[in-house]
């Protein structure tokens, strides 16, 4: 659902970056850090999490390749959350001071971050929207008719029950429930 647009990337890898790896685990940066950089995934994944006074985690993103990392940080004096790489992760980073001056210089560059920043609103009130639903088959009927109807291969169905909020056993019997009533 996140995978950013051919042309935003083609325009930020074009921009003055850096590559940097992380191992599974590791930090890209940790809530309360100064944002000095704005990261683009090409490899692994990354969750960032914000932790409640609570102790509890709270996943706010869960990047995969082609993603932009923390993208409101380029808004903001401090990051407001943790990143840690969930896989071994390789990503760009676009210092945020070089972006900002370029934004406001190259207007095809601006135009690509909005609508780039719009999908991913939209992309956020539909998980939303699915989330409200209270049964995993209205929470799964939303999700395909999101997708055109298709179910990815079956090894990927753990990607959706995460994407619903239900347990990957939990989509499984729903779905083999479908199955058994045509």
Partial sequence: M????????????RLPCAERE?????????????VRSIYLVRDGAVHLI??????????LQ????????????????RYHCDAVAVAPTRTLTVGKRALRS????????AEAL??????????????AEI???????????????????DLPPRGEW???????GTSPEALYRELARRRRSG
Wanted: hydrophobic share 50%; glycine share 8%; proline share 1%.
């Fill in 50 to 59: 914000r932790h409640q006074t609570s102790g509890a985690a709270i996943v």
């Fill in 114 to 127: 909005a609508a780039h920043l719009a999908r991913e609103v939209q992309a956020t009130r539909l998980r």
């Fill in 22 to 34: 992380f191992s599974a685990g590791g930090f890209l940066f940790h809530q309360g850090d100064d």
């Fill in 62 to 77: 869960r990047a995969g390749v082609g993603a932009i990392l923390a993208e409101a940080s380029l808004f903001s004096d």
């Fill in 102 to 109: 370029i934004l406001a210089n190259d207007p095809r560059l």
């Fill in 2 to 13: 996140s995978i950013m647009s051919r042309s935003l990337d083609d325009l930020l890898v």
């Fill in 158 to 164: 753990k990607h959706i029950a995460a994407q619903i």
């Fill in 131 to 149: 989330l409200s639903l209270k049964t995993v088959a209205a929470r799964l009927d939303a999700w395909l008719a999101s997708n055109d109807g």
